[in-house]
């Protein structure tokens, strides 16, 4: 058991260095989108003494946010698809993209922000949508329903589209960009999580429970073993790499962990069991802070943020997402 004292201190020194990094004009770290209310709001204090505000967006069916919450891409409930720009989101600042894929599952932005890559599982198709900033438009669609399995991962380097496909026999990370077909640069049975990092790809393959690295992957390099810690890698959610660029954040549906991996090391250097179940890990804002789940169905069940200051101050923590809520306090701290 972590002492009281201890799990304090933890967020005494991650609301500190959390402060740090807001910019001015307010302690609202991102914006967050309520599966259960259809609607996108934005995360009001400082994890560990925060709440979700009232709706800035309504009516979607589902929503995506970009990294640094630049713009939110919206799907409403008839299927349009449409940008909100500014840092309210607001519907007021909503621009419909004609020709954009309805019913896409599967998004992952550029690391400018400015572009995106949708897929849609039921149609087997994928999309980029570009000029989000400015003038947003749809380019041509993609039909990769030839691909030899199911699309289980997506990643954005704004070139090309990387898709983790899950099959027994041609399962793995695959290449598709605008000029040819879809390409195998990796084999896997089950990619659950793919990171793009610079020059560099990680993907975490569910089936044999590791997690792979190709580093230069867009001049096709071989894939290299990371990690095969079986203990953590079970049915991992989402990766993502810490704002200093030294760790590697694992959340696993199946283990309940969360994981820290050191990048120069290739170790696992901390984990915390948690008491919820990740299905994501994703920025939703300039802030050093990760949103864990969507809180899914359960009427006023809480969503988990994990923040990122640096090692000595991990944590994660609850957020209350109705709109009557007063702030709430809550920390699992991580310990050393």
Same mark, same amino acid.
């Given at each position: 058991?972590?002492?009281? #004292? ?31 209310? !259809? ?9 560990? %003494? ?16 970009? *990294? ?15 940008? !909100?720009?500014?840092? +309210? ?8 993209? *004609? ?25 087997? #198709?994928?999309?980029? $949508?570009?000029?989000?900033? +400015? ?23 704004? &070139?090309?589209?990387? $898709? ?30 793919? $990171? ?25 390099? %071989? ?13 991992? %959610? ?8 030294? &760790? ?19 170790? @696992?250097? #901390? ?11 994703? #920025? ?5 802070? @990760? ?30 997402? !109705? ?14």
């Amino acid at each position: 058991m972590i002492s009281k #004292r201890i799990i304090l201190a933890f967020c005494a020194a991650s609301l500190a260095l959390w402060a740090a990094a807001l910019p001015v004009g307010g302690p609202s770290p991102g914006l967050v989108f309520d599966a259960r209310s !259809h609607t996108v709001r934005p995360m009001i204090g400082i994890p560990g %003494a925060a709440y979700l505000g009232a709706a800035v967006v309504s009516d979607a069916n589902a929503a995506f946010v970009a *990294p640094d919450a630049s713009t939110v891409l919206t799907v409403d409930m008839s299927g349009g698809v449409a940008i !909100h720009s500014g840092a +309210k989101a607001s519907s007021r600042n909503r621009i419909v993209i *004609p020709g954009a894929l309805g019913n896409a599952n599967l998004v992952a932005w550029a690391p400018d922000s400015n572009s995106v890559a949708i897929y849609s599982g039921t149609s087997g #198709r994928a999309q980029i $949508l570009v000029n989000l900033a +400015k003038s947003p438009s749809a380019g041509e669609a993609f039909d990769l329903s030839a691909l030899p399995g199911t699309v289980s991962a997506l990643a954005f380097d704004g &070139q090309q589209l990387l $898709l983790g496909v899950t099959s027994d026999n041609a399962g793995g990370v695959y290449s598709v960009t605008t000029n040819g077909a879809p390409l195998r640069i990796a084999a896997a049975t089950a990619p659950s999580a793919i $990171l793009v990092s610079g020059g560099d790809l990680y993907f975490a393959d569910r089936s044999a429970r590791q997690l792979w690295r190709m580093q230069g992957f867009a001049g096709q390099s %071989a894939p290299t073993l990371f990690t095969g810690d079986s203990g953590v890698l079970a049915s991992p %959610a989402g990766l993502a790499l810490s704002m200093n660029g030294k &760790q590697i954040y694992l959340a696993d549906a199946g283990s309940r962990k969360l994981a820290v991996y050191d990048v120069a090391a290739a170790s @696992l250097v #901390r984990s915390q069991d948690l008491d919820f179940t990740p299905t994501m890990l994703a #920025r939703i804002g300039s802030a050093p802070v @990760l949103l864990l789940n969507d809180g899914g169905a359960q009427d006023r069940a809480p969503i988990y943020v994990l923040t990122d200051a640096g090692l000595d101050a991990l944590g994660v923590y609850f957020v209350p997402v !109705h709109v009557d809520a007063a702030p709430l306090a809550g920390q699992a701290a991580i310990p050393r």
